[in-house]
């Protein structure tokens, strides 16, 4: 008994030959350990070449400001390096103290905002059609500082 590459059970090369139950585990056993042998090269070769097992997130390299400005969609209305706003209505950011950016950020985006920009801002966040994720405390240090910098 033997598993063809496609997988058919033939018996000494005969399709027709009847298989004993004990024959047809022992061919299905055999194709099964046949099989975790390429499986496990290919998960083996792609740990490889993904640079190694999976690190775990405290060990991994903190993403950037500039990265978290565009992941979190702040580009989106402040623009480029934060120097383009889209309106008059949304500030320019660029150069401007990491502290006050921090402050000023996390007042509006805890809805503690009281202008009608600030007001705008935090309802694109919140709001149940929004795509992008408010950033964290710290997320939100790092683009402060990041956006000071420009």
Not at 22 to 39: C, E, G, V
Not at 66 to 95: I, Q, R, Y
Request: charged residues 15%; aromatic residues 4%.
């Amino acid at each position: 008994m033997r598993l063809s590459c496609c997988g058919a059970m033939t018996m000494a090369g005969n399709a027709n030959s009847a298989a004993s139950p004990a024959a047809l585990t022992s061919a299905i056993d055999q194709r099964r350990t046949h099989m975790k042998q390429p499986a496990l090269t290919l998960l083996f070769g792609l740990t490889l070449a993904a640079g190694g097992p999976p690190v775990n997130a405290e060990d991994a390299a903190s993403p950037s400001g500039e990265d978290l400005f565009k992941f979190h969609g702040c580009v989106n209305c402040h623009g480029v390096d934060g120097k383009e706003p889209v309106s008059k209505m949304v500030p320019e950011l660029a150069g401007q103290p990491a502290s006050e950016i921090y402050a000023n950020a996390s007042k509006i985006l805890g809805g503690k905002g009281t202008t009608e920009e600030s007001k705008l801002m935090h309802a694109a966040f919140y709001s149940p059609a929004s795509c992008d994720a408010p950033p964290s405390s710290e997320h939100l240090r790092s683009i402060a500082r990041w956006l000071s910098s420009r």
